[in-house]
């Protein structure tokens, strides 16, 4: 070969195509994302986007052309179910760069034949950023988050943080202060799918750690995001003002924080404005704080297996709109602090328990109600289609249903009288013109259109009518040519391609070829031939005109009324909270009515007194399952003869219900605390700040943690943080290691509870050692769980009652666990040896005691002949021989079970 061709052939190798390079550009724009790249029809992937993408979404991996030498990797998405397979993708945490064609190929070919298409990234879809339907949980919030840090403390030992959380799809923007001991737990608070983060503060282990404990996706950003020197001023430009005086008072973190979320938001949505509130700040005592562990175990929104079945939520949501699940689950996630607010929302509840008849009316409107928020904000990023504004068209009808049959009922709850009036301002005009506006069936897509109702526009309706016409001309053309030319088989079709077309098989074209001055030849394919006329070819420019005009006018007014729907965007949401609001409170009364809930007493003071209380997904579950009625219990962890609240230690076996009474007493304060009514007879509850939760055991592997380093690690956090005003759960403390360091363990967090933290709380142990804490601690009362043995069998009462448990009936509960009987009899062996011996001396000592079990491999018959038997007693025996217990009178018989006890224990004596 010679070197000239041989560097031909190395140029072309390193040859890049036009397409293939502007493709490269716009992928080293977006290198963090995948890149759906448009052609046609279909978004294509390349390279290691397409391996990626092909092994994420399970779709078949193909090749395309090569690259400096190599092939091309490819696969791609048809554009018309690009919303399921983004679905997955954000699922799986990756991010998606969208690239569509900003022209036309015809267009492309006006600056020259082999002008590549314009195409431009339109948007980055990030897990915080979704606004689509079909993308989103339409009963929880998708919050975008971001965290500033400030170094605070003497000598900038500690840390400031700053939290600023965004749902894009509503609108809703939040900020609020943290810091080190509260960060977790706030971001357990806020849930978010996604958390804008500077890449430098990622860079420290301690809060990297914090802040991967929940399930956002983590984005780093450059410092730049978080500049606080330039906050103000960059969320003064956001929201157009001038100054931020009229807003609430921000801290510099929460500032920064605001600025960095906003920051995040312009670069996603390139260009595209969202519309969010103006920033509204939580105050850091106005919620329950739960740390992340406690929401985790008490299931508050999700079982400790990620589902929403199981969990509270679930329990309790009879909620009939997106918009008011979603509120539902912002209160369960947020309890409030002050009694105030709390009472004014039983206020609320207890109008629609009493007035039934305007309940049912105003929930039977709710459930008609699409949801309006997320419309409104789609509309806004310029997402949005036809059917988003019927949504907002039906949802003002039912704003202004609602605010009539509200404004004729006597109710005097001050949150119904607030609804009411922001319904009233609801802007109804638009309402009517969007009902006149659309038509019936509105596509997905404005681009399709076909959505303006008619009547509405009159030259649209002279356009429309031109175009329909036209297709009955089309059909009637096509019968008078096949019956002019004998032809039957004539077809008069349409594509993107060819336009209109007469179409025939390929034996019944003679008519068309021997009049070719008339039948103008298109394409011949295989079977049939294709031909045009003058006729046809002007009434096809005829019927495209009027499509395209027509099309044209309703896009117009689709722009018209999308503007119209944003300007008048504040008053929309303001309806949308108040019916999110009357959602959430009719669902408390409903539940409260179907559930035989009470309201109870909220107060500032530090009691915490429960008649009757009950689980409320326990009592769900076994009416379900078994038709079973729960045992209600009392607590009263109030202050009782000083001004600090009690400690029950709950000994009892396992399985008798200790862990339910644990938690349903930690559900009940914070339904208390979110407003809604609670399961028991009564209910008298000193606002808890804080609830703390440590039950159940589970390690933590990915850190290096065992279950007990676990267990040690949540004991200390409540231990360092509970106050007397908090309410505390712990289940079996120091049962991970070794007996005498678990007793220990659990013996000082007692001590540690009633002189420090003073807190009100409930602590389960099988140490019955601790309960002679009881004489020595004056606020720490012992109570146990009932329980009944009959015919050697155990059975659970579920009742709490005052008194401690002797036993733990392990080996019952084994044995009703199914262990083999021979580990049983085994087990019961051992125990009676034991506690027999009382044995004092070493552990190897006592297991040279103890012979060796031979029964593990033999029949259970045999094991119940031989290695099970009790030790012979033939006094006792004779004893027995001597009564007739037909003969004997109550006293005789009370009489000989003294003498077989005094029998028992001349026997002991002697042995």
């Known amino acids: 070969m010679t070197t000239k061709s041989a560097t031909k052939k190395a140029g072309d190798v390193n040859r890049v195509t036009p397409m293939m390079a502007q493709y490269l550009e716009i992928k080293a724009a977006n290198s963090d994302s995948l890149l759906f790249y448009r052609m046609g029809d279909f978004y294509e992937l390349f390279f290691e986007d397409a391996e990626n993408a092909s092994r994420a979404l399970g779709i078949t991996l193909t090749k395309r052309g090569k690259h400096q030498g190599e092939d091309i ?26 690239c569509e064609q900003t022209e036309s ?20 879809v990030t897990p915080g950023t979704l606004t689509e339907d079909r993308l989103l949980d339409a009963k929880r919030n998708n919050y975008l988050a971001a965290v500033s840090r400030l170094k605070a403390g003497v000598g900038g030992d500690a840390n400031l943080f700053g939290l600023a959380w965004i749902d894009m799809s509503t609108g809703s923007f939040r900020v609020a202060e943290s810091d080190d001991v509260r960060l977790g737990a706030d971001l357990a608070r806020i849930e978010p799918s996604e958390l804008v983060v500077a890449d430098a503060v990622l860079q420290e282990p301690d809060i990297r750690m914090v802040l991967e404990g ?16 330039t906050a103000a001023d960059r969320l003064s430009s956001f929201f157009g003002v001038g100054t931020l005086d009229g807003f609430a008072s921000y801290s510099r973190a929460e500032l920064t924080a605001a600025a960095a979320v906003l920051a995040y938001i312009e670069k996603t949505q390139l260009g595209e404005r969202p519309l969010l509130d103006r920033p509204s700040k939580e105050a850091a005592t106005g919620q329950m704080l739960i740390d992340p562990a406690t929401r985790a175990n008490l299931e508050l929104t999700r079982t400790l297996s990620g589902e929403r079945r199981g969990s509270l939520l679930s329990a309790l949501d009879k909620t009939v709109t997106g918009a008011g699940s979603r509120l539902l689950t912002s209160r369960l996630a947020s309890p409030l602090t002050d009694p105030d607010q709390i009472n004014k929302r039983y206020d609320t509840v207890d109008c629609f328990t009493s007035d039934t008849m305007l309940r049912e009316d ?35 009808e039912t704003a202004r249903e609602i605010a009539g049959l509200i404004a004729s009922s006597n109710v005097q709850s001050v949150e119904i009288l607030h609804a009411l009036e922001c319904l009233r301002q609801a802007p109804h005009e638009l309402g009517e013109t969007l009902v006149q506006a659309i038509g019936d069936e509105p596509p997905l897509l404005k681009r399709d259109g076909g959505f303006v109702a008619k009547g509405y526009n009159t030259d649209l309706d002279e356009l429309k009518s031109l175009r329909d016409e036209s297709r009955k001309v089309i059909a009637q053309m096509q019968a008078d040519l096949s019956e002019e030319l004998g032809v039957r088989s004539l077809k008069i079709k349409h594509n993107n391609v060819l336009g209109w077309f007469m179409e025939a098989p390929t034996a019944q074209c003679e008519p068309f070829s021997s009049n070719s001055a008339r039948f103008i030849h298109r394409q011949t394919m295989a079977g049939a031939m294709r031909f045009t006329t003058t006729e046809l070819a002007d009434l096809e420019s005829k019927i495209a005109s009027a499509g395209e005009r027509a099309l044209a006018i309703e896009l117009e ?13 504040p008053k929309i949401k303001s309806a949308s909270d108040a019916l999110a609001l009357l959602d959430v ?30 689980h409320p997904v326990v009592e769900q579950a076994l009416r379900k399952t078994s038709g079973e009625q729960f045992v209600a219990n009392n607590a009263n962890l109030g202050p009782s003869g000083d001004e600090l609240g009690q400690i029950w230690l709950i000994t009892g076996p396992n399985m008798a219900g200790k862990s339910t009474f644990l938690r349903q007493n930690a559900l009940i304060s914070v339904l208390a605390q979110i407003g809604c009514f609670v399961p028991a007879d009564a209910a008298h509850i000193g606002v808890v700040d804080r609830l703390f939760s440590r039950v159940g055991a589970a390690d933590d592997l990915a850190r290096g943690r065992s279950t007990f380093m676990v267990e040690m690690v949540e004991t200390a956090a409540i231990l360092n943080q509970a106050t007397e005003r908090s309410l505390v759960i712990l289940d079996e403390i120091g049962r991970g290691t070794a007996t005498f360091d678990g007793l220990s363990i659990a013996w000082a967090a007692i001590e540690h509870l009633h002189e420090t933290n003073r807190s009100r709380s409930l602590f389960a142990t099988h140490y019955h050692e601790l309960t002679a804490l009881s004489n020595r601690l004056s606020r720490l009362d012992n109570a146990t769980v009932r329980v ?10 579920h009742e709490i009652v005052p008194g401690a448990a002797d036993r733990s009936y392990g080996i019952q509960v084994a044995k ?18 034991l506690e027999e011996q009382d044995h004092k001396g070493s552990s190897e000592a006592l297991i040279d005691d103890l012979p060796l079990f031979a029964g593990f491999n033999k029949p259970l018959e045999q094991i119940a002949e031989t290695e099970v038997q009790q030790p012979e007693n033939n006094q006792v025996i004779d004893l027995l021989e001597t009564f007739d217990p037909d003969e004997m009178t109550p006293r005789q018989a009370h009489e000989a079970l003294y003498a077989l006890k005094q029998s028992l224990k001349d026997k002991q004596a002697e042995n």
Request: charged letters at 20%; a positive charge; aromatic letters at 6%.
């Open 214 to 229: 929940g399930n956002a996706a983590l984005s780093p950003v450059p410092k730049a995001y978080f500049d606080g020197a």
């Open 585 to 614: 409170s009719i669902s408390f009364a409903v539940l409260a009515e179907a559930e035989n809930y009470i309201r109870p007493m909220v107060d500032s003071s530090l009691a915490f007194d429960i008649q009757g209380g009950r």
């Open 73 to 98: 990797p490819m696969c791609g998405v048809p554009v018309h179910a690009a919303d399921d397979y983004l679905q997955k993708l954000i699922g799986l945490g990756f991010r998606v760069a969208v």
């Open 816 to 833: 009703l666990a199914g262990l083999p009987k021979a580990v049983v009899q085994r087990a019961q062996m051992v125990l009676t040896q």
């Open 362 to 396: 105003v929930r039977s409107l709710l459930k008609a109600a699409p949801d309006m928020p997320r419309a409104l904000s789609r509309l806004a990023v310029g997402r949005g289609g036809p059917r988003d504004l019927q949504s907002i068209a039906l949802s003002l």
């Open 788 to 797: 009944k043995e009959w015919n050697g069998e155990v059975v659970f009462l």
């Open 557 to 569: 007014i689709f722009e018209e009324l999308a503007k119209a729907i944003i300007t008048a965007g």
């Open 105 to 124: 190929p015809a267009e492309a070919k006006k600056r020259g034949a082999k002008s590549v298409v314009q195409r431009d990234v339109v948007r980055l």
